[in-house]
């Protein structure tokens, strides 16, 4: 299934059903008198937090949802029946605004939430209604009132506690895979991961937690290049960042280049990304040569706890996980 993160679909509620103008006329019964029902209430528009969808993808076709309408209400003072509401399934992590004005509706971050963001129109009442003692025969009933119609765009933001990010080809999907029980694509060519991975990691103490791998950013990626600002909010809801850097392609000249790279389009997108805690991670110290291209980046930081890990044999892997669990528990 393609990974889908964006859509734009319109809702409309059901119309309440209009009230019935209705007279009792039975054999034997003088002057009845009006008996006319209710009509039914219209359904609502509920979205719904389901844990079990992983994308919008349901959405690219299907772009108008609608709640049934109440029925007319009837006679005898038989109210007409409320319409069925309509609920929406959206993956946790979905944020919901008004396509018109960006007006921010819903931010469904709990599994099982449920938003009522359309009422259904209240159904008419009856001419039964409207007897009194000076009007005994009242030959009108209320139209339902209309539901309402609103346009609204899903914004899929991956929930996860960890988020992997560096430049194409660091290792981000080799890493999650080592940790975790995902299979994304891995090649040997920048932008292999053209869509976020989540994994869950299950450390040998603690609570299970959720990493995501973010495709690779390059300068001015925050402007829309390469893969640019579109998966950068996927790591907005992140705890914490682990900064991957290729050991292999560390510049001993100025060893900082990619880092400060990285660093600077998390700014530039968002300040609050900027001020997440970080995790450095120097990547593929199994290849030849990589001893001193890390020890200048480690002189180059000397207040920054620097991590090496191989992802591809595995070493530093459990060590980073517990780390990454520890960290997580205590806030």
Not at 18 to 31: A, H, V, Y
Not at 75 to 87: D, E, F, P, R
Not at 119 to 136: L, P, Q, Y
Not at 224 to 242: A, Q, V
Request: aromatic share 4%.
């Amino acid at each position: 299934m393609k990974f889908v993160d964006e859509a734009v679909i319109t809702i409309r509620s059901g119309d309440g059903g209009p009230g019935c103008t209705s007279f009792r006329r039975e054999r034997f019964i003088e002057r009845g008198g009006p008996d006319g029902g209710d009509g039914g209430d219209g359904g609502h528009i509920i979205l719904r937090a389901d844990p079990g969808k992983r994308t919008l993808y349901d959405f690219r076709r299907q772009k108008m949802r609608r709640a049934q309408n109440g029925s007319p209400g009837m006679g005898k003072q038989k109210h007409g029946k409320n319409g069925s509401h309509c609920y929406i399934d959206l993956p946790p992590g979905t944020l919901v605004t008004c396509a018109d004005t960006g007006d921010l509706i819903a931010d469904l971050t709990d599994p099982h939430a449920e938003v009522i963001i359309a009422r259904g129109g209240k159904g008419g009442r009856g001419n039964k209604r409207f007897a009194t003692s000076t009007n005994r025969a009242p030959r009108y009933s209320q139209p339902g009132l209309p539901g309402s119609e609103r346009t609204l765009k899903l914004e899929l933001k991956l929930l996860a506690d960890v988020g992997i990010v560096g430049l194409p080809n660091a290792g981000k999907s080799t890493l999650i895979s080592a940790m975790s029980a995902a299979r994304p694509k891995i090649a040997d060519y920048p932008f292999t991961t053209l869509t976020p991975t989540l994994g869950m990691v299950e450390p040998p103490f603690g609570e299970p937690f959720a990493v995501a791998d973010i495709p690779g950013l390059i300068e001015g990626a925050h402007q829309g290049t390469g893969l640019g600002i579109k998966f950068l909010k996927h790591i907005e809801r992140t705890g914490i960042l682990i900064h991957l850097i290729d050991a292999g392609g560390i510049d001993p000249e100025s060893p900082l280049t990619a880092f400060a790279m990285i660093n600077r389009e998390l700014s530039l997108y968002s300040s609050s990304l900027a001020e997440k805690s970080q995790i450095i991670v120097l990547n593929k110290i199994d290849l030849t040569g990589t001893e001193h291209r890390v020890e200048c980046f480690q002189k180059a930081v000397p207040d920054l706890e620097v991590h090496t890990i191989s992802a591809i044999t595995g070493k530093g892997i459990d060590m980073l996980v517990k780390m990454l669990s520890s960290r997580l528990q205590n806030g």
